[in-house]
Antibody, heavy 120, light 111 residues
Framework: QVQLQESGPGLVKPSQTLSLTCTVS??????????WSWIRQYSGKGLEWIGY???????YYNPSLKSRITVSIDASKNQFSLELSSVTAADTAVYYC????????????WGQGTLVTVSS | DIVMTQTPLSSPVTLGQPASISCRSS???????????LSWLQQRPGQPPRLLIY???NRFSGVPDRFSGSGAGTDFTLKISRVEAEDVGVYYC????????FGQGTELEIK
């Protein structure tokens, strides 16, 4: 069973870059067919998909966030990461990493989530 | 862009009774490859979301058979045949035919 765990700062200053890492266990991040995604949730309700990285390294980002996002993979550490630049208070949310084998099960496995607050 | 609309936003249900949640998309969710990428997720209080149903009607591993999905094109439904206490939470539909997008969520509560 694939398990995921997010890590990173819980507080980021406005205009800075939010950086989070997701550590995958129970399987290789380079296993064929896996999509690795980032999702965020505002105020405990609304969910927004941020983007994914495929096991090959190709990426696909939410068009509304595309100019500020970088998702990368570090196979040696079995991790993938999110960088979101020029953050504002509107980026305050719980950030989840998720993974799935095949597009139809894109968000099959989820981390527990980490709250990131943007504030000076 | 596709818009996903769920109804109702809140659903009080009696234990042991059925429940139904509707999800409507503003465009057809049939992909050019013929597949329809409509999923349902459950989020229990204090927990991350959990995949219940994918491609309209396929239950994910470990999901009880009281959960079922149906629909086609732009109209989809999640049904719970007999609600149990552990089913309390928020249910989301999600389309991945274009870039993934969630419905606004339906809160299932016990009467």
């Amino acid at each position: 069973q694939v398990q995921l765990q997010e890590s990173g700062p819980g507080l980021v200053k406005p205009s800075q870059t939010l950086s989070l890492t997701c550590t995958v266990s129970g399987g290789s991040i380079s296993s064929g067919g896996y999509y690795w995604s980032w999702i965020r949730q505002y105020s405990g309700k609304g969910l927004e998909w941020i983007g994914y990285i495929y096991y090959t390294g190709s990426t696909y980002y939410n068009p509304s966030l595309k100019s500020r996002i970088t998702v990368s993979i570090d196979a040696s550490k079995n991790q993938f990461s999110l960088e979101l630049s020029s953050v504002t208070a509107a980026d305050t949310a719980v950030y989840y990493c998720a993974g799935g084998l095949e597009w139809s099960q894109l968000l099959a496995y989820w981390g527990q989530g980490t709250l990131v607050t943007v504030s000076s | 862009d596709i818009v996903m609309t769920q109804t109702p936003l809140s659903s009080p249900v009696t234990l042991g009774q059925p429940a139904s949640i509707s999800c409507r998309s503003s465009q057809s969710l049939v992909h050019s490859n013929g597949n329809t990428y409509l999923s349902w997720l459950q989020q229990r209080p204090g927990q991350p979301p959990r995949l219940l149903i994918y491609q309209i009607s396929n239950r994910f591993s470990g999901v009880p058979d009281r959960f079922s999905g149906s629909g086609a094109g732009t109209d989809f439904t999640l049904k719970i045949s007999r609600v149990e206490a552990e089913d309390v939470g928020v249910y989301y539909c999600m389309q991945a035919t274009q870039f993934p997008l969630f419905g606004q969520g339906t809160e299932l509560e016990i009467k």
